[in-house]
């Protein structure tokens, strides 16, 4: 069964870019839509955007500026890059993928936490 | 941007007891769009409820939702000790948001 996996640095400088990647492992990454969600601590989930299968990207408006999600199917993993960050984007970032042909999310990453801090 | 406001905030019950939480949307939302997961401390949430009431895989019967347009449920018929957690609602329109949870806790 697909698991999913983030990784990246723990801890961002503010202004500076995080950066982190959902790698996929037991099945393929091609014809689903993947998701990033983030949670601050202590505090409920935010929907942060997606990209589907056609490369096609869809972003949380209060974060759009800031916000590029991208596919590497050769490496069956996708990636986030979320710019200019402050104290505000501290949070748990899980990745996770949609149910095909419906809305929700079915398959969650454990989470990682990151961590803004000079 | 559509807001989905969660009641109550804290539901205190014992096990045994069914358990109604409500997500009201500000704007009407398609059946199809509205989803419930559940969280517990420190776990990813876990997909329950899609299409505002069919079961994802796995998920026990006593799991149920309902509602149309601007007001959905989330039942949970006879709580379990494992059903204590912290539940959202969720839309998938253009613009997905989440609701801000219900927090189901022993009393």
């Known amino acids: 069964q697909v698991q999913l996996q983030e990784s990246g640095p723990g801890l961002v400088k503010p202004s500076e870019t995080l950066s982190l990647i959902c790698s996929v492992s037991?099945?393929?990454?091609?014809?689903?839509?993947w998701s990033w969600i983030r949670q601050p601590p202590g505090k409920g989930l935010e929907w942060i955007g997606h990209i589907d299968n056609s490369g096609s990207t869809n972003y949380n408006p209060s974060l759009k500026s800031r916000v590029t999600i991208s596919v590497d199917r050769p490496k069956n993993q996708f990636s986030l890059k979320l710019s200019s960050v402050t104290a505000a984007d501290t949070a748990v970032y899980y990745c996770a993928r949609r149910i095909p042909f419906s809305y929700g999310l079915e398959v969650w990453g454990q989470g990682t936490t990151v961590t803004v801090s000079s | 941007e559509i807001v989905l406001t969660q009641s109550p905030g804290t539901l205190s019950l014992s096990p045994g007891e069914r358990a109604t939480l409500s997500c009201r949307a500000s704007q009407s939302v398609s059946s199809s769009y509205l989803i419930w997961y559940q969280q517990k401390p420190g776990q990813a949430p876990r997909l329950l409820i899609y299409?505002?009431?069919t079961r994802a895989t796995g998920i026990p019967d006593r799991f149920s939702g309902s509602g149309s347009g601007t007001d959905f449920t989330l039942t949970i018929s006879g709580l379990e000790p494992e059903d204590f957690a912290v539940y959202y609602c969720q839309q998938y329109g253009i613009s997905p948001t989440f609701g801000g949870g219900t927090k189901v806790e022993i009393k």
């Open positions: 037991g099945g393929s990454i091609s014809s689903y839509y």
């Open positions: 299409g505002a009431s």
